[in-house]
């Protein structure tokens, strides 16, 4: 056995293979040695009461380096993302200067060596995300970028939208064959624009510009017949309405290659959230209805959703500051995404911890180093949770540089204790040690 091991003890290991009581033991080397009972190492960290699941993998974050390191750093993400579970986060291209390049896309992986968790860089379909010509695709995948996104908005034209599909579909020999995956953010952008949240009762009260589900619908729609005609693998990013869990529902069933996330905002808050004007719960898509939130809780209970992801948007207080019709839409996610599902789907601790890591690990292509399973041979990125243990939920508290979380104040059931990536603690006891 190795000089320097690291036993995680006394917990219920959890991973898509079932549970069973077991310690772990991960080696110098950063792999699990052995998952059985009665096992002991050099250094331990106690999991009596808690899951030891395989470290959750967030395929919507905005890490805001290169640009923005008012509101965020590739370190402080990472540490927050630790802090929620996470060993893998997927970079958002909406950057400045954008992810659209060779040049942007290796400083991101630069700046990621050695922080808390590992960062996997998407990067933009078109050239700045202005949806007019294809960002080099085929150069950006031969870095490693697995998943392609205009992230902050939608291609709006079907012309582009389909090229971008055919030539996605084309390139997966540089992939390890592993399919490219382009990720949607669905949003008409002409029914969209001047909305500041969800058209609905709530914005005709508060007098409001409202987005209607529509503009989100329309290019689900859209896509699903794209994915239909192309045959490329076609990730639907965020997920808001009911009309729009019905069709990729509709979709899977009929065997097309579409797979979908949800946020945790998404699944617990409604439109009338918006109803104090609090610019911590303008978010794009916006907060919708009652229904569209238990639609969004069905899909994930049913498989139609296949993933929770936390679309993890930070802003400085300065920006949210601003009045409700003219702060920038997003709020932080990292830290409370396992405490949401935990205490508000009312699912087994299994098929949620499976919506936060083995599901979302398949979908980013690396599966191979997180989301398990827990068995010799692994790398040890695990994450170990107390779904019992209550907290109330402080923006101020978390590792993020800016606050602008819309659960604060919040109670809630579950907590994250202790994270381990490549066999090394990086949180341990709720404390970030990295
Ligand atoms: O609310 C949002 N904020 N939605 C997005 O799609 C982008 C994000 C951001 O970057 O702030």
């Given at each position: 056995m190795s000089s320097d091991t690291l036993a995680i003890r006394g917990g219920t290991v959890v991973d898509a293979t079932g549970s069973r009581r077991a310690d772990v033991i991960v080696g110098e080397d950063g792999r699990i040695l052995a998952v059985e009972p009665g096992l002991d190492g050099d250094r331990s960290l106690d999991a009596s009461g808690c899951i030891v699941a395989p470290g959750f993998v967030d395929l919507h974050t905005h890490l805001r380096q290169p640009g923005h390191e008012e509101a965020e750093t590739i370190e402080s993400a990472a540490r927050g993302a630790a802090l929620g579970g996470f060993t893998a986060v997927v970079a958002m291209p909406n950057t400045t200067p954008t992810m659209d390049s060779a040049a942007v896309v290796r400083e991101v992986q630069e700046l990621a060596v050695g922080v808390a968790c590992e960062v996997f860089p998407s990067a933009a379909i078109t050239v700045d995300r202005r949806g007019e010509a294809l960002a080099p695709m085929a150069e950006l995948a031969r870095l490693g970028v697995r998943i392609f996104t205009d992230d902050g908005s939608g291609v709006q034209n079907e012309r582009l939208m389909r090229t971008a599909l055919e030539y996605a579909g084309s390139l997966s020999h540089l992939s390890d064959g592993q399919p490219l995956v382009l990720a949607q953010h669905c949003e008409v952008d002409s029914l969209a624009k001047g909305g500041v949240m969800h058209e609905g009762e709530w914005s005709s009260l508060l007098g409001m510009p409202g987005q209607p589900a529509e503009a989100e619908e329309l290019m689900v729609m859209r896509d699903i017949a794209l994915a239909r005609l192309t045959g490329t693998r076609l990730h639907f990013q965020h997920l808001s309405t009911a009309g729009s869990v019905a069709m990729v529902r509709a979709a899977k069933q009929a065997g097309l290659p579409v797979s979908a996330e949800a946020t945790p905002h998404h699944f617990t808050l409604d439109h009338s959230s918006c109803a104090g004007f609090d610019s911590a719960f303008k978010v794009h898509p916006p907060l919708r209805t009652v229904e569209d939130v238990a639609a969004v809780k069905a899909g994930l209970a049913d498989g139609t959703i296949d993933a929770i992801a936390t679309d993890h948007a930070p802003h400085t207080s300065q920006d949210k500051d601003r009045p409700f019709g003219e702060a920038p839409p997003g709020m932080i996610g990292l830290e409370t995404a396992f405490t949401l599902a935990n205490s508000?789907?009312?699912?087994?601790i299994e098929q949620v911890i499976g919506l936060l890591s083995w599901r979302p690990a398949a979908i980013a292509g690396i599966h191979g180093r997180h989301g398990g399973p827990i068995v010799e041979g692994a790398a040890a990125n695990l994450t170990v949770v107390d779904p019992d243990a209550e907290w109330s939920v402080s923006g101020a508290a978390m590792a993020s540089r800016s606050t602008n979380t819309p659960f604060e104040g919040r109670k809630l059931r579950g907590r994250v204790r202790h994270t381990i990536l490549d066999g090394e603690p990086v949180v341990i006891d709720n404390l970030a040690v990295r």
């Open positions: 508000e789907l009312g699912l087994p």
